[in-house]
């Protein structure tokens, strides 16, 4: 056997939309990490209906390098549908999905091999730090992953993005599961073997902005909380519980005293509160039903077992 053959392969998974000042850097910093390991890189670039140059720069670039590899998809279909695209068609014995915007510095790659090396299936990259986001939606972040850690039934590692690096056998875990919303954070947590992480500081975007507004940052965890936690039936179950127990108790109370104790009719603005608490239970229904809802939804979307992306061109054979 030659040494050729003993050589690992980390593909490196990187989906992007209209990333075109971005790319070339990041494919020249992680050619530079790569240079001082000895596992060789698969660039996995994963089009995500961009209208820049960006496609035209990967296609040229696949042309020169046989180490990238590109994905175009049919239109946008979102981040983690375009990753999920890149792991099913990567041939790495491990990958690391990794954003185009710089934002997750690539020499971290080389501490999470270590890991791998070491034996570990998962390695998540922490951040420690966040450059270059506003001050909300660093908070809101904050409290989201602690809240998550805390109603999820999973141990999921707080504070880490799609920065990752998964092995082998952890990516045909992964690829295994079809289920249509996919949050690739808790399901890597899910998968189990054995996990670890590495500390980074997490860079402001080197160009272009932002994929992810804030509102677009919400929606991400409110598919996390359905995806992954039954809590926010449990509290439907419990609300509603309080609320009869509450409207049978004051009622009985008020017949007692307005039959028993008090003499004459019951004061008049009675009826003022009996519409407020009609409004108020009303409102607590609608709420009610429109979690519920976020459930049947997702019901419906995986019964309808789409796939969850289309390929209009690739250089990867499909596995
Ligand atoms: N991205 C994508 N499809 C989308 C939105 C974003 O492929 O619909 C890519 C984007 O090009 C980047 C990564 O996903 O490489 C993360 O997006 P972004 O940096 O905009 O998110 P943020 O870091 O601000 O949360
Ligand atoms: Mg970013």
């Not at 602690?146 to 952890?170: C, H, N, P, W």
């Not at 439907?236 to 104790?261: A, D, H, P």
């Amino acid at each position: 056997m030659n040494a050729n053959s003993e050589t690992k392969r980390v593909s490196i998974i990187v989906p992007f939309l209209n990333e075109q000042d971005n790319l070339p850097l990041l494919y020249a910093r992680c050619t530079q990490v790569f240079a001082a390991l000895e596992e060789e890189p698969e660039f996995v670039f994963i089009d995500d209906g961009s209208t820049d140059g960006s496609l035209p720069w990967v296609l040229a670039t696949a042309a020169k390098d046989p180490a990238v590899k590109y994905i175009q998809l049919s239109r946008n279909f979102g981040h983690q549908r375009a990753i999920t695209a890149g792991m099913n068609r990567c041939t790495g014995d491990a990958a690391v999905i990794i954003d185009a915007d710089l934002q997750d510095p690539p020499e971290v790659i080389a501490d999470m091999i270590v890991k791998w090396k070491a034996g570990y299936e998962v390695v998540h990259a922490v951040r420690s730090e966040r450059k270059g986001e506003s001050g909300l939606k660093k908070l809101l972040a904050h409290v989201f992953y602690r809240l998550m850690s805390q109603i999820t039934e999973i141990e999921m590692t707080v504070d880490a993005g799609d920065f990752r690096l998964l092995g082998r056998k952890a990516l045909d875990a992964l690829n295994s599961m079809p289920e249509q919303h996919r949050y690739m954070r808790g399901l890597a947590s899910w998968i189990g073997f054995s996990q670890t992480t590495v500390e980074y500081v997490r860079d402001a975007r080197h160009a272009g902005v932002t994929k992810y507004p804030l509102v677009k940052s919400i929606a991400l965890a409110l598919n996390a909380i359905t995806s992954f936690s039954g809590t926010p039936l449990r509290f439907i179950f419990y609300l509603g519980t309080l609320l009869c127990t509450l409207s049978i108790s004051i009622g009985i109370y008020l017949f007692i005293i307005w039959n028993f104790i008090q003499a004459g009719p019951p004061p008049h603005e009675g009826t003022t509160y009996l519409t407020l608490a009609i409004f108020f239970v009303s409102g607590l229904q609608m709420l009610c039903m429109g979690i519920l809802g976020q459930y049947i939804r997702r019901v419906f979307d995986e019964i309808k077992d789409r796939p969850l992306y289309l390929i209009k061109q690739t250089n990867l054979r499909s596995t």
